[in-house]
């Protein structure tokens, strides 16, 4: 049996790098005592799979893993809601503070997380602007036919246009200090990553804390996510109209 995660990592815990959760999550199974599934070899591991990796600094209410169920766990008394939210619990409490798990559910087989997820919402507070001057780089962006940029990668130039990975942008608020966009940014096939943006048009801004706030498949016409939350965030996490 597969289970999907969903969970948040907010405050302190931002500043852990990608590896470093992955390996927080392998003591937090290893604790609440989940009879996992493990790869075969010299040195077997948890069978783990992780959505897209956020950026060290970066919080989130949108995290994503996937894990596999030895045989004799997932058959054990079936699979139901109440289970679901048990392990949600047990699994919060065994994880550092900032790490909370909203949603649990199993899922069939199918392509990766990050193969799945087309485009994700981020919340971005920038300092140091105002309404007027933020709206004013906002129409910029949305105006132009291409964001060209060039970068290094494997040791060769590329260069890249970003106006394809820019789906929505929006100034949604004020802040004691600056500004807060609300941007839909496209993963596929590589993710466009909210300081990429801010620094590709000018005047380059920078972001002082970026949230992500969902992740997006495509279903069709629509979207949705890959595990939606069943529990209202907190006041503090929500973005202001």
């Not at 801010?198 to 629509?222: E, F, I």
Request: hydrophobic fraction near 40%; charged fraction near 25%; glycine fraction near 6%.
């Amino acid at each position: 049996m597969r289970l999907r995660v969903r969970y948040s990592k907010k405050g302190k815990v931002r500043f852990t790098s990608h590896r470093d959760v992955a390996r927080i999550w392998e003591r937090a199974l290893r604790r609440v005592g989940l009879g996992m599934a493990y790869s075969q070899g010299f040195s077997p591991r948890p069978k783990l799979s992780f959505g897209l990796a956020l950026s060290t600094g970066h919080e989130s209410e949108a995290e994503f893993l996937e894990l596999e169920l030895s045989d004799e766990e997932g058959e054990a008394a079936g699979w139901s809601t109440e289970r679901s939210v048990d392990l949600a619990e047990r699994l919060t409490e065994a994880l550092p503070i900032g790490l909370d798990v909203v949603a649990v559910a199993p899922v069939e087989k199918g392509e990766s997380l990050q193969q799945a997820v087309t485009s994700c919402t981020w919340s971005i507070e920038v300092d140091g602007v105002d309404m007027e001057q933020m709206n004013a780089w906002v129409a910029d962006v949305l105006t132009r036919d291409e964001i060209v940029v060039e970068r290094e990668r494997k040791g060769k130039p590329v260069v890249e246009d970003l106006r394809p990975h820019v789906l929505a942008l929006d100034v949604t608020g004020t802040t004691e200090t600056g500004v807060r966009l609300l941007a839909d940014l496209g993963t596929q096939p590589r993710a466009l990553r909210p300081s990429e943006l801010l620094t590709a048009v000018d005047p380059p801004l920078k972001a002082v804390t970026v949230c992500r706030m969902h992740q997006w498949m495509s279903q069709g016409n629509d979207r949705e996510e890959p595990l939606t939350a069943p529990i209202t965030p907190a006041p503090s996490a929500t973005v202001p109209a």
